[in-house]
């Protein structure tokens, strides 16, 4: 069991109160990002539901293990806002390299690709997004997706190089414009229903698990709902609450379920990962900047905007808002966005120093929240979110007396 977790001792814990019958019908992994909690869930879900005894064994390969091993289960629902292009592309380059070498790890690397793509597929299931505006587009992409993806799919035997790589990047398209126009920031109250509805049916295939990433990112109304099945679970349903922000769960949640605590791991542990998982030996850096390697453009670069963005609501001169979004490439994929604001957070630490940069930046990390949902949640264009946010930063800049100062 766990033997894919690599270095954490949660592994062996829950291998224990599995063991034992003693793991409870909700539990909270939480840790650092990139500490292999999503991992460990998928892990818990296939154990959870194998046929055999001794349960869940390494490289079981009953029904329910080979079908948890692709990640095609009825019996397990995925949940919640996650960065899953990155992910896929680098495990698209380890697949694709596998084959054109030829590798003995082919197999694995064939499993690592199929899985990263269905890590964000999982989360569009249909029972989830029941009575969504967006049901239709979303099925009909998905449906492309797995039209490819079963040409790459056990047990057929692969295409050729060419057809191989094509399909890859066919596929980790399709995913990036999934995940960017459609992956909710936040879990909607209707899936967190539907959700519910589902766990209620009693399952043929046994015990179903519902695993829910970034569980802190809950709007409170949703939060609520959750807390109620919480209170009272359905019989044979396991919910995993993955969070890396354990503060910012609600008491009431943290009370309902047992916390397995995930460790961050050493460079040296997360470069044995890099090699492990996906076939990089020369890689010096963590996990979280290998993956951001297969970012368009580089971490550097959109540094570098964000510090033109900031030093020019600083030195209150207007800059070219058009050149810097087109040097983000639009902030395709979101997650650019993302390092984007928080750059400029990071750019407003020193003003922390004092007691009016203090209510500034608070008052600017608002602003900066506001900027991110008008682009991913009432899909404004990146350059009328960033006019708006430069207004807006400008005023408050003002307001305080020129507070905020330019960034090195
Ligand atoms: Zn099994």
Redesign the pocket.
């Given at each position: 069991m766990y033997e894919n977790l690599v270095n954490q001792a949660a592994g062996k814990l829950l291998a224990a109160d599995i063991k034992h019958n003693r793991l409870p019908g909700a539990v909270l992994f939480a840790g650092p990002e990139a500490s292999g909690k999503l991992t460990a869930a998928l892990e818990t879900a296939?154990i959870l539901s194998?046929?055999?005894t001794p349960?869940?064994?390494w490289l079981?390969?009953?029904p329910?293990?080979l079908q948890h091993k692709a990640l095609v289960c009825s019996n397990l629902m995925l949940m919640g806002p996650r960065d899953c292009s990155l992910e896929i592309s680098a495990a698209a380059k380890t697949f694709t390299e596998a084959h054109f070498i030829n590798a003995k790890y082919i197999d694995a690397a064939r499993y690592l690709f199929l899985r990263s793509v269905r890590k964000l597929t999982l989360r569009f299931n249909g029972i989830l997004w029941e009575g969504d505006s967006n049901l239709n587009k979303i099925g009909s992409i998905i449906e492309e997706i797995n039209e490819s993806l079963e040409q790459l799919d056990f047990p057929r035997d692969l295409p050729d190089n060419g057809t191989v790589k094509k399909l890859c990047e066919d596929i980790s398209k399709l995913c990036t414009k999934l995940e960017d126009d459609f992956l909710y920031d936040s879990i909607p109250i209707n899936q967190v229903r539907n959700m519910e509805a589902w766990a209620h049916i009693k399952s043929e295939e046994g015990r179903k698990t519902v695993i829910i990433e970034n569980a802190d990112r809950m709007q409170t109304s949703v939060r609520n709902a959750l807390l109620k099945i919480l209170e009272e679970p359905p019989e044979d349903v396991v919910f995993i609450l993955l969070t890396s922000k354990r503060n910012a769960i609600m008491q009431t949640i943290l009370s309902r379920v047992r916390t397995y605590n995930f460790t961050d791991r050493s460079l040296e542990e997360q470069r044995e990962v890099i090699t492990r998982v996906f076939h990089n030996d020369d890689f010096a850096g963590n996990l979280n900047d290998y993956l951001l390697t297969y970012l368009p453009v580089t971490p550097s670069e959109i540094k570098n905007q964000a510090r033109i963005f900031y030093n020019s609501v600083a030195s209150r001169q207007i800059c070219n808002i058009d050149e810097i979004v087109k040097k983000c490439e639009k902030f395709y994929p979101r997650i650019e966005l993302r390092l984007f604001l928080s750059n400029i957070a990071l750019f407003m630490k020193p003003m922390l120093n004092s007691q009016a940069g203090s209510e500034a930046a608070a008052k600017a990390m608002q602003l900066l929240r506001n900027c991110s949902d008008n682009i991913t949640l009432y899909n404004q264009s990146p350059v009328s979110a960033l006019e708006i946010l430069m207004r807006d930063m400008f005023a408050l800049n003002n307001s305080f007396g020129g507070v905020f100062c330019a960034a090195m």
């Open positions: 296939r194998c046929h055999q349960q869940g064994k079981c390969e009953c329910s293990c």
